[in-house]
């Protein structure tokens, strides 16, 4: 685990507020050895991307070996730290989870409130915490750090009232930084006056999501952000791209 645990740590250490680490989100071992050659130094796959790489649909439409088998494939075809988007964690113990991570090459996770396998049900501040918690004490126990980003979809549901939304998941993504958190993720389209309290306000460095085709890198600096990747975007664009090249030819 030595080499795993130097690589986690290499991950979090790339979360600086001001200074942004950007993780390319691929899918496959094609778009991960594309990523590094344009020399990003980390990367993180996305479960929306690796489902429809798999034909499967987001939202826990594969299960978490057809996840990691996926995973296994990046981890041999780049050396760099890898974190891997969990969705909800597929109604399995944190200990499962953990082990299926480490022994697939990854070293860090993405975890969301949303549980896909109960109606899409939104997790309580203190259930989500709870898992996160799970998951801190099981990668302890492996010896390795895993980067726990801990995501609320709040803002993606447009859960509650609009005028306390900020509020609710700073105090939600609060409670996840206590239970073990590295990286907090209010996944969603932010202005920069919410983007400011969000960094501001919450106690851990803060990811962001946005468009590929339009690098905005040094405004999320200013706003405080630590991390910025791109969801299913990149896969996406390559798609839109793929589909223009194609249609010359029809």
């Known amino acids: ?18 200074d942004p680490v950007v993780l390319p989100t691929v899918w496959d071992a094609w778009s991960a050895n594309i990523a590094v050659a344009a020399g990003f130094s980390a990367l993180t796959m996305g479960s929306h991307p690796v489902a429809d790489s798999v034909g499967r649909s987001d939202g826990e439409g594969m299960t978490y070996d057809e996840l990691l088998a996926r995973v296994t494939q990046v981890t041999g075809a780049v050396d ?3 974190s891997v988007d969990i969705e909800s964690g597929y109604g399995l113990e944190p200990a499962r989870l953990i082990e299926g991570l480490l022994a697939a090459g990854a070293v860090g ?9 109960e109606g899409k049900r939104l997790r309580s501040p203190e259930e989500h915490a709870e898992l996160v ?15 726990v980003n801990a995501r609320t979809d709040l803002f993606l549901r447009q859960d ?5 939304r900020v509020d609710r998941a700073i105090a939600r993504l609060t409670l996840a930084a206590a239970a073990g958190a590295d990286v907090l993720y209010p996944v969603g389209w932010h202005d920069d006056e919410v983007l400011r309290r ?15 085709e339009t690098p905005a890198k040094d405004r999320f600096a200013g706003l405080g952000v630590a991390r910025i990747s791109f969801g299913p975007l990149l896969q996406a664009a390559l798609g839109a791209e793929a589909s223009k090249l194609l249609a010359a030819w029809t």
């Open 109 to 117: 996770l993405n975890i969301e409130d949303t549980v896909h396998s």
């Open 160 to 164: 509650g009232d609009e005028a306390d």
């Open 198 to 212: 969000l960094t501001a306000e919450l106690p851990l460095p803060v990811n962001v999501v946005t468009r590929p």
């Open 80 to 82: 760099v730290p890898v």
């Open 1 to 18: 685990m030595t080499s795993l645990d130097a690589k986690a740590k290499t991950l979090l250490e790339l979360h600086r507020p001001g």
């Open 133 to 147: 918690r799970g998951l801190r004490a099981a990668a302890d126990a492996a010896g390795v750090h895993v980067v």
